[in-house]
């Protein structure tokens, strides 16, 4: 027996539908993306790798490569984190740091993700420095206006930042 559709709620027509197209956030996507290879290595987040240089500082980034975490069965924590490094006397660095760099990774986990460091020795890939873009340069009439909105800041480290930040603002528009 086929009766007729039901009709539409009230003010079903005003809202939109939304499908799986239109703009999506960047990391919405990567995480997706990444989640699965990552995930066999051990690293639930890309972020570990992608912050090594801020977690462990940019001498030690520079010659060690985090490859896995791995974990005992059914744990999620207390893991072994291995890392490659690039020469022994890196090696026995990181052996020396041991203690420290735990504390700096746990911390950027936020919990007791990491137990031991295993070290092993190998060939590791060079990052490329990071570029530090130059300061814009503003005609007069704009630094000036920059100038006038910033003459109320007394702290001259804050003022010196604001009118690096305003120089750029500037400079995109």
């Not at 799986?20 to 960047?26: K, L, S, Y």
């Not at 500082?57 to 490094?85: C, D, F, M, N, W």
Request: hydrophobic share 45%.
């Amino acid at each position: 027996m086929q009766g007729k559709p039901l009709p539409d709620p009230p003010g079903a027509a005003a809202q939109p539908k939304r499908g799986g197209a239109g703009p999506r956030a960047v990391g919405e996507m990567t995480e997706r993306l990444t989640r699965r290879p990552l995930g066999k290595r051990g690293f639930a987040a890309a972020a570990l790798i992608a912050e090594w240089p801020a977690i462990v500082g940019s001498v030690l980034a520079a010659g060690t490569l985090p490859l896995k975490i791995a974990y005992p069965p059914g744990e999620r924590a207390g893991g072994g984190l291995h890392i490659r490094v690039a020469s022994g006397a890196m090696a026995t660095q990181l052996a020396h740091l041991e203690p420290l760099l735990l504390q700096r990774i746990n911390g950027h986990f936020g919990y007791g993700a990491v137990a031991r460091l295993v070290i092993t020795q190998g060939p590791v890939p060079r990052r490329p420095p990071r570029r530090i873009p130059a300061e814009p340069c503003l005609d007069a009439q704009a630094e000036a206006a920059l100038g006038e909105k910033l003459a109320a800041v007394d702290d001259p480290e804050l003022k010196a930042a604001l009118a690096s930040l305003g120089r750029h603002l500037a400079a995109r528009r």
